[in-house]
């Protein structure tokens, strides 16, 4: 197997005005390692760009007519999502901006430095996504590729599906192993998961989903379309408005428990 070799970003540059698509187009002439795949005007025209195409990064405008660039962010699956740089004259939206895990948040007018420490930031992020699908596929290498059907018991009923006992993860020209009960929780990044252990987060390819199906549903419960918690390492519950309740865990970390995931989650942890 080959290393991952330097990434080069592939970008979408998504404003309903001209002038604002000619500001980042300028922004990025400089940047040799930047590919602009395609501009858009509008949020439709930019989801279809975006499971078409598969950017790397996107430059996203919030204010557009017809569809904005949040609401077209939440009609992605997450693992369609790619990294998301807001750019925008409005300083309101910043919270629902984070809250969709943007990379980074530019408020116009912004600078030629302000920009390249934006983009500094995205390369590191690809770069990091780049040698997590690398370990993604060593994993695949070192279990042979092997892809079984489901075994089924006596009953003619589907078997438990194994827990993974070791996460693949490879970073800064290293591959390392870890056991799922160092990760403290777990959260979606576009079409990766960051797996936060301790003061380190480290991220791999997967979706959420998959890596739900994979862990022990003894040892890890999902809180949040976004979020998957060790719950050996809750440290108590808060409760929140309209249901919701905030997880604090041991590392001092606060997580949402949303309505959608609060029964599974409350009967996962024993709570009546």
Not at 30 to 35: A, L, T, V, W
Not at 59 to 87: A, H, N, T
Not at 233 to 249: A, D, P, R, T
Not at 254 to 270: E, N, P
Request: proline share 4%; hydrophobic share 35%.
């Amino acid at each position: 197997m080959t290393m991952p070799s330097q990434p080069k970003i592939s970008v979408l540059i998504i404003d309903d005005e001209s002038h604002g698509r000619d500001v980042v187009r300028m922004m990025l002439k400089g940047h040799q390692d930047i590919d602009v795949l395609q501009e858009c005007s509008n949020g439709i025209e930019a989801r279809e760009a975006i499971k078409d195409r598969s950017p790397d990064l996107i430059f996203l405008d919030i204010k557009m007519p017809g569809l904005d660039g949040i609401e077209m962010l939440r009609q992605l699956k997450l693992e369609e999502r790619p990294y998301v740089v807001f750019v925008t004259a409005y300083n309101e939206y910043a919270l629902q901006a984070f809250e969709e895990h943007a990379l980074d948040y530019l408020l116009k007018p912004f600078d030629q430095e302000r920009f390249d420490q934006m983009l500094d930031r995205a390369r590191g992020q690809v770069a990091q996504s780049e040698e997590a699908a690398f370990g993604r596929r060593l994993k695949r290498f070192l279990d042979g590729n092997n892809v079984s059907a489901p075994s089924t018991s006596s009953s003619g009923q589907s078997a438990p599906r194994p827990c993974v006992d070791r996460l693949v993860v490879k970073e800064s020209g290293r591959v390392f192993f870890l056991n799922p009960t160092e990760v403290d929780w777990l959260e979606a990044a576009g079409n990766y998961v960051s797996l936060h252990v301790g003061s380190k987060t480290h991220m791999i390819y997967e979706t959420m989903g998959s890596m739900e199906q994979r862990l022990d549903p003894n040892k890890f419960v999902r809180i949040h379309r976004s979020t998957i918690v060790n719950v050996d390492c809750i440290k108590e519950m808060q409760s929140h408005f309209n249901g919701e309740y905030i997880v604090i865990l041991n590392t001092g970390d606060k997580l949402k428990l949303s309505r959608s995931y609060r029964d599974k989650a409350k009967a996962a942890l024993g709570i009546s």
